[in-house]
């Protein structure tokens, strides 16, 4: 019973192809947040949702569009794929309160562009 | 801004030795404070958090870390580093918003 899981773990595509990725989390929690960490292991926020409702949106590229159907998925999809988008993407989720509450991560997802 | 500062990037530390990965931040109260692992091909998982109170706080898998207000650190400590252990840090803060501020981790190699 995994708490917050992505799919897919690898996604290898070509650049100019759009593609998403999935994320669910069953801990009951009302903030999610997309992460990208790249090749230094930086890990930098890209979007938060707090039930449903979009409250961090760095300056990431309109490429990129978060959609939240419900409080337990949120999903990213990136059209128009660029060589720069190879990361690893990292969905995490908490019970927000305030900033004092830890996230939980999801395993990643690794996207190579070729 | 408030920011995170790992000021080492990767520490070499032999097995049974001590530990400790140092973390800066700069803010002008006192945020929350969290330290997370990342073992490869892993997703960050919480070892420990500092909100208020006792300024030692103890953690998942051996691990402890001090709040220094005086310092604006929360270091991270272990007495005896396991193989296991090697993994990549991350120190976070996170001022009372949604968003949270990772620092840029530090790498621990363990060897034997």
């Known amino acids: 019973d995994t708490a917050v899981s992505q799919t897919p773990k690898y996604l290898v595509t070509q650049m100019g192809n759009d593609k998403s990725i999935k994320c669910e989390q069953n801990l009951g929690h009302d903030t999610m947040y997309w992460y990208k960490q790249d090749s230094k292991k930086f890990l930098k926020i890209m979007f938060s949702y707090n039930n449903k409702e979009l409250i961090i949106n760095e300056t990431v590229p309109n490429r990129f569009s978060p959609k939240s159907p419900d409080k337990a998925h949120l999903n990213l999809h990136i059209n128009s794929l660029e060589l720069g988008d190879s990361a690893v993407y990292f969905c995490?989720?908490?019970?927000?309160?305030?900033?004092?509450?830890?996230?939980?991560f999801g395993d990643g997802t690794r996207l190579s562009i070729l | 801004a408030q920011s995170v500062t790992q000021p080492d990037i990767h520490i070499t530390v032999s097995e049974g030795a001590s530990l400790e990965l140092r973390c800066n931040y700069s803010y002008g109260a006192t945020p929350y404070l969290f330290w997370y692992v990342q073992s490869p091909g892993q997703g960050l998982q919480l070892l420990l958090k500092y909100f208020s109170g006792d300024t030692l706080v103890q953690g998942i898998k051996g691990f402890e870390a001090e709040f220094k207000r005086s310092q604006s650190s929360f270091n991270l400590r272990k007495p005896s580093v396991h193989w296991s252990d090697a993994a990549e840090y991350f120190c976070?803060?996170?001022?009372?918003?949604?968003?949270?501020?990772f620092g840029a981790g530090t790498r621990l190699f363990v060897k034997a």
């Open positions: 976070a803060v996170n001022t009372g918003g949604f968003k949270t501020i």
């Open positions: 995490a989720s908490s019970q927000e309160s305030g900033g004092s509450q830890p996230q939980h």
